[in-house]
T-cell receptor, first 112, second 114 residues
């Protein structure tokens, strides 16, 4: 079973910030939060990851709560090309049994 | 990041035949992964392929059905054997790379079995 819970779908207006929530209440101390997205008919794309501090890169920002039981992925200025399924995954990167457990994700639809 | 290509990008195959999917990476990587994504579903790991050793298969997947080769650190193949319509899926190759072992994926191979 996936270790994360995400809403099945969300809408966002083009140009606005898209905020995608993820609950991971059973996260362990050595597990990171990873975000990926899958645009239709493409392979998944890595977006960002974090342990406990907020992170930002050219694609998005990741806000992790202080207790690490939830996080939010922020796309600051969503465009139509950001329409995709977004997956939140928790994983210890150095775990020898390296497997990402993929839940159903959130289908984000950006509307003009 | 790693750049991954897959061949073929799509194929339509007849029941009972086999298809070999190729995965090429632009850098040397230790671990490569093969996933299946059935229509409208999330990703399911088929197996992990390390160079120089037998692939490790996940529950529900067997070597006779999905033989994997890993001849070097930049290449792998997955064969879908004795295909049935239930094998119609997208098959994805992935590698672990980067400082924190994020995964990178190929574009996928869309397989339709008739």
């Amino acid at each position: 079973d996936a270790k994360t819970t995400q809403p099945p779908s969300m809408d966002c207006a083009e140009g606005r910030a898209a905020n995608l929530p993820c609950n991971h209440s059973t996260i362990s101390g050595n597990e990171y939060v990873y975000w990926y997205r899958q645009i239709h008919s493409q392979g998944p794309q890595y977006i960002i990851h974090g342990l406990k501090n907020n992170e930002t890169n050219e694609m998005a920002s990741l806000i992790i709560t202080e207790d690490r039981k939830s996080s939010t992925l922020i796309l600051p200025h969503a465009t139509l090309r950001d329409t995709a399924v977004y997956y939140c995954i928790v994983r210890a990167p150095m775990d020898s049994n390296y497997q990402l457990i993929w839940g159903a994700g959130t289908k984000l639809i950006i509307k003009p | 990041s790693a750049v991954i290509s897959q061949k073929p990008s799509r194929d339509i195959c007849q029941r009972g035949t086999s298809l070999t999917i190729q995965c090429q990476v632009d850098s040397q990587v230790t671990m490569m992964f093969w996933y299946r994504q059935q229509p409208g579903q999330s990703l399911t790991l088929i197996a992990t392929a390390n160079q120089g050793s037998e692939a490790t298969y996940e529950s529900g997947f067997v070597i006779d059905k999905f033989p994997i080769s890993r001849p070097n650190l930049t290449f792998s193949t997955l064969t879908v054997s004795n295909m049935s319509p239930e094998d119609s899926s997208i098959y994805l190759c992935s590698v672990k790379s980067g400082q924190n072992y994020e995964q990178y994926f190929g574009p996928g191979t869309r397989l339709t079995v008739t």
